[in-house]
């Protein structure tokens, strides 16, 4: 069966041609095995739960139908921007935009993470970059340069937020720009395009851009967030998509939550990283993690850029796949996050993994070995 989208559609739909979802999320919610679902273009302002699995001979596949027309982003517009001081300006949101999670409320920190508690998983935006986190108001009207940026001029950009009143407050330095007439968003999913339950496997995205989401830090032994990825399923692919802007991972191949190892060394300080990756092992045997249930997935011909941790990252979830042809780029060129999870593809675990003709340049990697061809 073919299940249509169009979100510039007049009404909401039934998913037939005629009468289209607006959602892609309400495609997920009913597709099935074998079915495809069919996105026209526009942007998809929204988090799509796959709610079934396809099979290995009928998988759901989901489509753009014009290659790179459908743009599923985690930011909303922010407008009503008013001039605060010299070239920042002011807006705010009431905090229910963000549901029981709230990007600037929360921090990028955890485990493998070695550049303190500073930056939130939130971001703003202004025309598709974006911008420089500041660590308080006087930071952000200051505007100056961040040394360490790979683009110095360009973290000029500065963006700070407080709460007030049950509202995210905003104050960003646009250096001139006027953000009533340019284009400014603000990260308010965590996701874009994942399961929220393992097991979802035989799935298929095709030619869309993912864009813009408040991921959280992903090592090795914790929940590996990502705009889109598989959660611990098997036979994704993933193929002729742009990604790009994800606060922290783009693609996730890598672990489910086990709140018994959830880094378990930065909040209860007992056990070394190391050894919470040794015990992830043991513990996934008892969370299915054999060839059966888990990985083979392929991931190709992919435009992959600026997302501050990683283009792709996964541990264990990873098995048996094949990561070819994508073009990987401009990965942590801000240099606002720091740790040792950090490359153009950081995979653990990778066994069987085949990884080939893949392009990767502009990219901060801590370690060496995280180097990938």
């Excluded at 996105?39 to 988090?47: K, L, M, Q, S």
């Excluded at 929360?106 to 970059?129: E, I, P, Q, S």
């Excluded at 990260?187 to 030619?207: D, H, K, L, Q």
Aim: charged residues 25%; proline residues 4%.
């Amino acid at each position: 069966m073919k299940i249509y989208v169009d979100c510039n559609a007049g009404h909401d739909g039934d998913g037939t041609k005629e009468n289209p979802f607006r959602r892609i999320r309400e495609a997920a919610k009913i597709a099935r095995a074998g079915d495809e679902v069919l996105a026209a273009p526009g942007v998809y302002r929204e988090y799509v739960d796959p709610a079934n699995a396809g099979r290995e001979d009928a998988r759901i596949v989901y489509r753009s139908t014009e290659p790179l027309g459908a743009v599923i982003t985690g930011a909303e517009e922010l407008t009503g921007w008013e001039l605060y001081r010299g070239t920042v300006w002011t807006a705010s949101v009431d905090n229910s935009i963000f549901g029981k999670y709230n990007p600037y409320t929360t921090y990028v920190y955890g485990d493998w993470y070695f550049a303190g508690r500073t930056k939130h998983t939130g971001a703003v935006y202004l025309n598709d970059k974006m911008l420089y986190e500041a660590g308080s108001l006087e930071e952000c009207l200051a505007g100056e340069i961040n040394e360490c940026s790979w683009e110095p001029e360009a973290s000029r950009l500065k963006w700070y937020a407080e709460q007030q009143d049950g509202r995210t407050v905003f104050f960003a330095n646009f250096q001139g720009a006027d953000p009533n007439r340019e284009n400014v968003e603000i990260n308010v999913r965590r996701e874009c395009f994942m399961p929220s339950r393992t097991g979802v496997g035989y799935i298929t995205v095709s030619g869309f851009v993912v864009t813009k989401a408040a991921t959280t830090w992903a090592p090795p032994a914790a929940f590996q967030d990502c705009m889109i990825g598989p959660h611990w399923s098997k036979g994704w692919i993933i193929e002729d998509c742009e990604i790009s802007n994800s606060k922290c991972a783009g693609i996730g191949l890598g672990k489910y939550l086990d709140p018994d190892n959830e880094h378990y060394f930065t909040y209860k300080h007992v056990k070394s990283p190391t050894q919470m990756e040794r015990d992830a092992v043991c513990r996934g045997q008892y969370h299915g993690w054999v060839k059966e249930k888990v990985g083979s997935h392929i991931i190709r011909r992919n435009n992959i850029h600026h997302c501050e941790q990683g283009g792709i990252i996964g541990r264990m979830g990873g098995v048996f796949s094949v990561i070819e042809d994508n073009h990987i780029h401009h990965i942590n060129n801000m240099m606002e996050l720091g740790g040792a999870e950090i490359a153009g593809i950081k995979m653990h675990a990778a066994i069987d993994v085949i990884m080939r003709r893949n392009h990767i340049h502009h990219c901060t990697e801590l370690y060496p070995l995280s180097r990938t061809f």
